[in-house]
């Protein structure tokens, strides 16, 4: 079945500094991918997206990058606040289908 | 727009029993979708339904059921509750089939002992 495979399960990175965190998905017809970071405690809530015509999107400090050939797409995050310590997900989705989530990246920013 | 609601927001239940969860989307979305939340499983699809239909559906067994009502209003039902159930389960509605943005509930915490 199809799957979304996100890496790495945990990310500490020092106030200021960049984090990445990876997606690989394995239904090549998705043609979008969402992005939700779950604060704890709180509801998902999407923080950027990405469709399948486009390669990059950037929203402040939060970019998004796709890449269809290799069926893998990218959160990236610059100067990292502790504000943005979260659970982050990925997803992608095929037309009316389902989402399908990925596991989840634990992001730490460290003062 | 109000966001979306789910009542209750926490529930205790023992082995055995069944539970029904419901789900109010915003205003206007017509597609609302069930997860559940566990912390080693992260977000499990449970079902989808689109105008009162059941449009897409996960690998749960058949104690889970939902509903969807005329005016998108969603609830779900677990019979015969095992202590594996006890998770966050969190209803998402999406204004359109395809291209909407999905937006969160606050999540039901159900207990199961």
């Known amino acids: 079945g199809e799957n979304v495979e996100q890496h790495p399960s945990t990310l500490s990175v020092q106030e200021g500094d960049s984090a990445v965190i990876k997606c690989t998905y394995s239904?090549?017809?998705?043609?979008?991918f969402p992005w939700y970071k779950q604060e704890l405690g709180k509801r998902p809530q999407l923080i950027i997206d990405i469709r399948s015509n486009v390669g990059e999107k950037k929203d402040q400090r939060i970019a998004v990058t796709l890449n269809k050939t290799a069926k893998h797409f990218s959160l990236h995050i610059t100067e990292t606040q502790p504000e943005d310590s979260a659970v982050y997900f990925c997803a992608a989705k095929r037309g009316t289908y389902k989402y399908i989530f990925g596991t989840g990246t634990r992001l730490k920013v460290l003062a | 727009k109000a966001g979306v609601t789910q009542t209750p927001r926490y529930l205790i239940k023992t082995r055995g029993q069944q539970v029904t969860l419901s789900c109010s989307p915003i205003s206007g979305h017509r597609s609302v979708s069930w997860y559940q939340q566990t912390p080693g499983q992260g977000l499990q699809f449970l079902f989808e339904y689109f105008s009162e239909t059941q449009r897409n559906k996960g690998n749960f067994p058949g104690r889970f059921s939902g509903r969807q009502f005329s005016n998108s209003r969603s609830e779900m039902n677990v019979s015969t509750l095992e202590l594996g159930d006890s998770a966050l389960y969190l209803c998402?509605?999406?204004?359109?089939?395809?291209?909407?943005?999905?937006?969160f509930g606050p999540g039901t915490r159900l207990t199961v002992l």
């Open positions: 998402a509605s999406s204004p359109l089939g395809e291209w909407g943005e999905q937006f």
């Open positions: 239904d090549s017809a998705s043609n979008y």
